[in-house]
C-alpha cells in the first residue's frame, strides 16, 4: 500500500509520527497519494489522463513537461523551475517521473535545501496542526488558506497519526522533573500544549515562598495564572502544571496594556513553547 510506503520513508528521515501525519494530509489533500497524478482541470486542456501524461514525459515525446503549469505528483508540483528538478531528478535517478520512491527523495531533497524551517518543525513537532499548517502555508502554498482549509487538511492527516503512529508518540519527550517533591496541579492550564518544547522562561515570583506555598497560590481558577515549577527561597521543587501541558505564565499584558511579549513572540505563545519556573525572590527590586 502506498501510504504504508510513504509513512515509513519518511519517518526514517526523522519525521515524527506527527510531522509525518501533517505532510501526509497535505498530499492526500493534493494528490490523493498517487504520485502520477496530473492536475484534473489539465487532463481535458491537455487531452491526456495520468497514465499518458507520464509515459509521453518518460519517453521524451511531451516536451512541454516543465513550462505546462499543470500539477504533477504527489505534491502536486507545478512551478516550471521546480517541475524542471523533479524531472532532472528522475532521470539522474533512471526512474519514472511518477514513481513513488523517487519522489520522495526529491520531496525530502526540496524540504531540505530550500524549505529548512519546515523541514525542522516536521522533524520536532508533536501536533499535527502544526505540522500541517505549516507544510501549507510554506509548502504547498495553495490559493485557498483559510483556516477551514487548514482544519481539514489537518484532519487528513489526523487520520494517518491515528492509524500509523505508535501509541503515546504523540506525547514523546513530555516527563515531569523527578526533582520535584510537591505536586499541586492548577486548575489553571491548557491541556496538551501544541508545540515541542524549546525553551525555558524563569520568572519571578516576587515572594520568599516555599514550593508548597507558590503551588498553593496557583490552585483557584480565579488567580489566572499558574507555572510548570515553582521554585522555593529552600531549594524545593514543585510541580505545579505538568509539561505536556500549557501553563498560564507569560501571557498577559503589561503596564500600558500592550501584549507581552518574550523572545520576540507573544507571551502566550511561548508559554506552548516554554517549561515556565517561578522561583522565589524579594519583593523590591532587584527581586534577588
Known amino acids: 500500500m502506498s501510504e504504508k510506503t510513504i509513512w515509513e520513508y519518511l519517518k526514517a528521515q526523522g519525521l515524527t509520527d506527527a510531522g509525518v501525519a501533517g ?3 497535505n498530499l492526500y489533500a493534493e494528490s490523493g ?16 489522463a495520468d497514465a499518458e501524461y507520464t509515459e509521453m514525459v518518460d519517453r521524451g515525446t511531451y516536451a512541454n513537461f516543465g513550462n505546462d503549469r499543470a500539477g504533477y505528483g504527489l505534491a502536486q508540483w507545478t512551478y516550471p523551475s521546480r517541475k524542471a528538478a523533479l524531472l532532472a531528478y528522475a532521470k539522474a535517478a533512471g526512474k519514472s517521473i511518477g514513481d513513488l520512491e523517487m519522489q520522495l527523495g526529491f520531496l525530502m531533497q526540496e524540504l531540505s535545501a530550500g524549505y529548512k524551517t519546515v523541514l525542522n518543525i516536521l522533524r520536532t513537532t508533536v501536533s499535527v496542526r502544526e505540522a500541517s499548517d505549516i507544510v501549507l502555508l510554506q509548502f504547498e502554498r495553495p490559493a485557498d488558506q483559510s483556516e477551514a482549509r487548514q482544519k481539514q487538511r489537518a484532519e487528513y492527516g489526523q487520520k494517518y497519526f491515528d492509524k500509523y503512529a505508535k501509541k503515546g508518540d504523540g506525547i514523546m519527550g513530555f516527563t ?4 520535584a517533591t510537591v505536586r499541586m496541579i492548577s486548575p489553571n492550564r491548557t491541556p ?8 525555558i522562561t524563569i520568572h519571578c515570583f516576587v515572594g520568599q515562598v516555599t514550593a508548597k506555598r507558590g503551588c498553593e497560590v496557583f490552585q483557584p481558577s480565579s488567580r489566572k495564572a499558574s507555572c510548570n515549577y515553582v521554585v522555593g527561597y529552600d531549594g524545593s521543587i514543585g510541580l505545579c502544571v505538568e509539561e505536556k501541558d500549557r501553563s498560564w505564565c507569560s501571557g498577559g499584558a503589561d503596564k500600558k496594556g500592550n501584549p507581552i511579549r518574550v523572545n520576540g513572540i507573544s507571551g502566550s505563545s511561548n508559554d506552548y513553547q516554554a517549561v515556565t519556573i517561578e522561583v522565589a525572590s ?3 527590586h532587584p527581586y534577588t
Open 23 to 25: 505532510l501526509m494530509g
Open 33 to 48: 497519494l498517487r504520485p502520477n497524478n496530473l492536475q484534473n482541470s489539465y487532463e481535458g486542456k491537455l487531452g491526456m
Open 176 to 179: 515531569n522533573s523527578s526533582l
Open 192 to 199: 496538551n500544549r501544541n508545540h515541542v518544547i524549546d525553551t
Open 282 to 284: 524579594d519583593t523590591k
